[in-house]
Antibody, heavy 117, light 107 residues
Framework: QVQLQESGPGLVKPSETLSLTCTVSGGSISSYYWSWIRQPPGKGLEWIGYIYYSGSTNYNPSLKSRVTISVDTSKNQFSLKLSSVTAADTAVYYC???????????WGRGTLVTVSS | SYELTQPPSVSVSPGQTARITCSGDALPKQYAYWYQQKPGQAPVLVIYKDSERPSGIPERFSGSSSGTTVTLTISGVQAEDEADYYCQSADSSGTVVFGGGTKLTVL
């Protein structure tokens, strides 16, 4: 069955750019939306944004100025870049498959990213 | 910006019925979805399109909608249902929003 796996550095310095990649295995990245969602320790879920396999995007307005989500269909991957990070960006970051009606029907296991010098 | 409001916590005894509410101005026009999240795990979808149950989700989980409020109902609560529950919806532009989450405690 389709599985999602996040990868990337677990530690990022303040003011730098957080970069994560999600690899989709067991199925094609085509015909779905793909989201990034984060969860600070002990807190709730926050949607970061999603990308359609064709490249169109939609971002959380509160993060839009710092976020870029891209897709590489040849590698069955999509990626997140979050610039100018601070300690407030420390969170578990999930990649997820998103339906056309915006609900999440498949989640990655999540990866903890800590922002610290 | 669009917000969804949930109670921080709900407590119920085993075998009783738990009801978790989620309020938002756009809910009369937009579907709501519910996720269950246990400690250290990714969320799992338990209700979609207000009241539909994905395959594999027990029948004791149900959803309903009335005006600006949607409700997740868990009938005959079991100890394994203790978890955080999040509602989710979207605005007309497709921007996704999550509620703040409700911690369900099974006494």
């Amino acid at each position: 069955q389709v599985q999602l796996q996040e990868s990337g550095p677990g530690l990022v310095k303040p003011s730098e750019t957080l970069s994560l990649t999600c690899t989709v295995s067991g199925g094609s990245i085509s015909s779905y939306y793909w989201s990034w969602i984060r969860q600070p320790p002990g807190k709730g879920l926050e949607w970061i944004g999603y990308i359609y396999y064709s490249g169109s995007t939609n971002y959380n307005p509160s993060l839009k100025s710092r976020v870029t989500i891209s897709v590489d269909t040849s590698k069955n991957q999509f990626s997140l870049k979050l610039s100018s990070v601070t300690a407030a960006d420390t969170a578990v970051y999930y990649c997820a498959r998103t339906t056309v009606t915006t609900y999440i029907d498949l989640w990655g296991r999540g990866t903890l990213v800590t922002v610290s010098s | 910006s669009y917000e969804l409001t949930q109670p921080p916590s709900v407590s119920v005894s085993p075998g009783q019925t738990a009801r978790i509410t989620c309020s938002g101005d756009a809910l009369p026009k937009q579907y709501a979805y519910w996720y269950q999240q246990k400690p250290g795990q990714a969320p799992v979808l338990v209700i979609y399109k207000d009241s539909e149950r994905p395959s594999g989700i027990p029948e004791r989980f149900s959803g309903s909608s009335s005006g600006t409020t949607v409700t997740l109902t868990i009938s005959g609560v079991q100890a394994e249902d203790e978890a955080d529950y999040y509602c989710q919806s979207a605005d007309s532009s497709g921007t996704v929003v999550f509620g703040g989450g409700t911690k369900l405690t099974v006494l």
